[in-house]
């Protein structure tokens, strides 16, 4: 680990894509720096994976970004050490694109998006003219209108890969609503003036809302449960090895498996529910 300390020492001042101060990982080859997204999965580092990791020996330290740019963008450059936010889907869209050498270490329990609505008590309220907000990254947009076609408000094209879909690529939609894809972060704010939003899950519980007040809730396929990720060429170094043997340990699956906290209503990956307890 303290090659990649000396690398980012010889870079200098990095910044951030907000135009702020670059926020450096720790000189200290025992500390480790992960970057998350508003929500829960900071919480998750510092409550199920700090602890186990404090006692190997490191100190954790959390940071978070304000939207699902910075964080890998931030890992790639050397400001962090790894990062939690995002599911397969868009880490494998997103790194490919920008050209990111960056590795998935393992999937962790997540929160699924939702459909929330302040004006609707169901689905069967929805009217023609009806705002729905969704994200507008492309990963997740396609993800939405998967969403919005398992609840048959619309259907996509069957010429089109429904993991790329847009809105251009609505087959049907029978209750005539009308769509409006924004940044993710700012989902729940909308609640107020439209009739409902499809909020990622960690976003919807950074804004305070109950998962189980949606009136659905995603099915989760693999590729869209949440992932550890650190640099390519920090994949097999001690560090990365201890990420992973935290979150397969026992400590880790006690505090997911806590009634006290939110993560009891998250998904758990293929991994996690074939093991035993």
């Not at 995603?218 to 550890?228: Q, R, V």
Request: glycine residues 6%; hydrophobic residues 40%.
């Amino acid at each position: 680990m303290g090659l990649r300390h000396t690398f980012r020492a010889a870079a200098g001042a990095l910044l951030l894509v907000c135009g702020m101060q670059a926020v450096h990982a720790n000189s200290d080859p025992h500390t480790i720096v992960f970057g998350v997204a508003p929500g829960p999965y900071g919480d998750m580092v510092k409550q199920a994976i700090a602890p186990s990791l404090k006692e190997k020996g490191y100190k954790v330290v959390v940071r978070e970004f304000s939207d699902y740019v910075q964080p890998n963008m931030a890992l790639s450059n050397g400001s962090i050490d790894a990062n939690l936010f995002q599911h397969s889907l868009y880490f494998n869209k997103f790194t490919a694109d920008k050209g990111l050498k960056l590795t998935k270490l393992l999937t962790v329990p997540t929160a699924g998006m939702g459909f929330y609505s302040r004006q609707a008590k169901s689905l069967d309220e929805l009217k023609k003219g009806d705002i729905i907000t969704l994200s507008n990254d492309p990963t997740n947009l396609a993800r939405g209108l998967r969403f919005l076609q398992s609840l048959k408000l619309i259907t996509i094209k069957d010429n089109i890969d429904p993991t790329k879909a847009s809105e251009r690529d609505i087959a049907s939609n029978p209750k005539g609503l009308v769509f409006k894809p924004l940044e993710a972060a700012q989902l729940p704010r909308t609640l107020d003036s439209v009739t409902a939003s499809l909020v990622n899950g960690n976003f919807a519980i950074a804004a305070g809302l109950d998962l189980s007040s949606a009136l659905a809730q995603e099915h989760l396929d693999e590729n869209l449960k949440n992932i550890i990720a650190v640099r390519t060429e920090d994949a097999d170094k001690p560090f990365a090895k201890d990420i992973v043997a935290v979150v397969q340990s026992p400590a880790y699956r006690a505090v997911i498996d806590d009634p006290k906290n939110v993560y009891t209503a998250f998904q758990k990956p293929d991994w996690m529910t074939a093991a035993k307890p």
